[in-house]
């Protein structure tokens, strides 16, 4: 148990660090390049963490679905929902709910959590408060196994 819980702390650690802000949406084209030739766990909060990263179709599937999604209910011409924490060499992204943004930027002691979030590495469970819409669920279902 205690290796696991200092994993999860180092996660919950990085999520709190230092992020860049996606803001124009070409931006979010060439991130989702480099992401595409990677290997990710895709992982929607609220739900059981993922145990297997994806890569190649299954991955680029995940992304596109997202990015539409993301820019179907975006409804602004500049992204700003997405944040890596390296834009050249991503290895966490958040992504947030464009219909649920509450106070992402804020530095308040409950900031609204990201809806999705896409790592190198494995993801622990994270606790999320924040009620996930059916439509969420079963857009995210559609692409899991």
């Known amino acids: ?70 820019r179907k209910e975006h409804e602004y011409d500049y992204c700003g929902i997405v944040y890596a924490d390296d834009v050249e060499e991503p290895t966490l992204i958040k992504v947030y709910d464009p219909n649920n943004l509450g106070s992402a930027c804020s530095r308040s002691t409950t900031p609204t959590p990201p809806l999705w979030i896409l790592s190198t590495v494995q993801p622990p469970f994270i606790e999320s408060q924040v009620p996930v819409p059916h439509n969420r669920k079963r857009w995210w279902q559609l692409f899991s196994r």
């Open 1 to 70: 148990m205690g290796m696991e819980s200092a994993d999860a702390a180092a996660f919950h650690a990085r999520l709190r660090g230092t992020f860049y802000g996606i803001l124009q949406w070409q931006q979010l084209d060439e991130l989702w390049d480099r992401v595409k030739r990677g290997q990710w766990f895709c992982y929607q909060l609220g739900e059981e963490a993922p145990g297997n990263s994806l890569q190649g179709e299954e991955l680029a599937m995940r992304i596109e679905a997202l990015d539409a999604l993301l």
